[in-house]
């Protein structure tokens, strides 16, 4: 297969070849990189943190920052030709796209991704691990703190508007504590894999299970179970396992957009047994498919993005509902808000570049593309890691200076 990310051209520009200047260069790059994810991290802690009101001046300046240090680490890279075309183009077309659907968040996600040439992408996750484990242990903290001196000033969230209360800790929503505390685990298994044991994994699904007797939340603890199995498997050691692997590495992501896809286009023509079938789907998926098969029957896809506009309620097939206008699957999202480019610019990325991975990359994409099934915001690379990997492939090291403390 053609690879257009191959490195057989002399470079576009170069940062000369005197060793102190290309030792400058990859000290800067790593400035820039690092100083904008922490902001980024920053941001988004204050974003989905009820314990800190923050200015939207101060939201401002933070998008500013993160952009300006982000746009002038990319300007400072090397390139061949065809990966600053390429470069380009993909800018252009993800910033239209973000720009329409009035979400940066995949924009950012993007140029993030683009900058990780010459970064240690272990720094970046360990940067963001301690971030969200201070955040998450100060929250709960103050929640139990709260929880037994004046437990009725606690606001809770319900499944379908009824059933028992889901404890959030201040984060808005229980699936964005699960979120943050199921990545963090994710994060800690990258940073220490040669260490992970059982005694390990147990502590971890100890942690987890925990919390989801107060959040009740279900989507963590099925990736969780999905990666324990697959670390088990890769442990193990078997070739069968090593091709398979690299199969649902490279194509489970566009597999999954193919057919949710299939599945939110045909829904409005299914009769009888089908409709009973795609209904039962559906519920198991707690109404993400019928949402998005409401979108497509009201809207239609959209290529490039668009802003949003849906009746806060309406009536569809002999059914009522209501709804913020957003998407809990990133696939149908895509494909009626955000933009279908975005899905088509991912899924060529991971079939190119996820053979070149090691397995243990292989699985945090393959939980990537299993997340985007219940989460619109696993582009969110604080929230959710995997996108930097490909970042890793895209623009392999060019150079071998070290870096001080790398």
């Not at 201040?170 to 994710?186: C, D, E, P, Q, R």
């Not at 998005?292 to 506009?309: E, I, K, S, V």
């Not at 939980?367 to 619109?376: D, K, L, P, R």
Request: proline share 3%.
């Amino acid at each position: 297969m053609l690879d257009p990310f191959s490195q057989g051209q002399k470079p576009l520009w170069k940062s000369g070849g005197d060793p102190a200047r290309s030792r400058h260069r990859l000290v800067l790059s790593e400035f820039l990189s690092i100083t904008a994810f922490v902001l980024f991290c920053v941001k988004y802690t204050f974003d989905y943190s009820e314990l800190v009101t923050r200015p939207e001046i101060l939201n401002s300046l933070l998008v500013g920052a993160i952009l300006f240090l982000l746009i002038f680490k990319i300007l400072i890279q090397r390139y061949t030709p065809i990966r600053f075309i390429l470069t380009v183009t993909l800018c252009g077309l993800v910033g239209y796209s973000s720009l329409k659907s009035i979400n940066y968040i995949f924009l950012i996600g993007f140029l993030f991704v683009l900058a990780m040439q010459d970064i240690d992408i272990k720094r970046i996750v360990r940067i963001s691990f301690c971030i969200k484990v201070a955040s998450i242990a100060t929250q709960v903290a103050w929640y139990f703190a709260v929880y037994l001196i004046n437990p009725s000033s606690l606001n809770f969230v319900y499944r379908g508007g009824a059933g028992s209360p889901r404890h959030y800790f201040y984060m808005g929503h229980a699936n964005m504590f699960t979120a943050f505390l199921v990545w963090a685990s994710i994060e800690y298994i990258f940073l220490h894999y040669s260490k992970i044991n059982i005694t390990r994994m147990a502590v971890i699904w100890a942690i987890n299970m925990f919390f989801r007797i107060f959040t009740d939340s279900t989507s963590g603890i099925l990736l969780l179970l999905i990666i324990t199995v697959l670390i088990s498997l890769d442990k193990l050691g078997n070739h069968f396992f090593d091709k398979t692997l690299t199969f649902f590495a490279r194509f489970l992501y566009t597999i999954c957009t193919i057919v949710f896809t299939f599945l939110v286009m045909v829904y409005a023509q299914l009769t009888g047994t089908l409709r009973e079938i795609w209904e039962a789907i559906d519920s198991f998926y707690t109404g993400r498919l019928w949402y998005g098969a409401f979108t497509n029957d009201y809207l239609g896809p959209t290529l490039l993005g668009r802003n949003l506009r849906i009746p806060y309620k309406y009536y569809w097939h002999g059914r009522w509902a209501d709804t913020f206008g957003t998407f809990d699957n990133y696939y149908i999202g895509n494909l009626y808000h955000y933009g279908i480019i975005n899905l088509v610019v991912i899924g060529i990325v991971l079939i190119l570049l996820c053979g070149k991975m090691e397995n243990l990359e292989k699985i945090i994409i393959i939980m990537f593309a299993f997340y985007a099934i219940s989460e619109v915001y696993v582009v969110n690379i604080y929230m959710c890691f995997p996108l930097m990997i490909v970042g890793k492939y895209l623009y392999p090291q060019t150079e071998t200076v070290k870096i001080p403390g790398g």
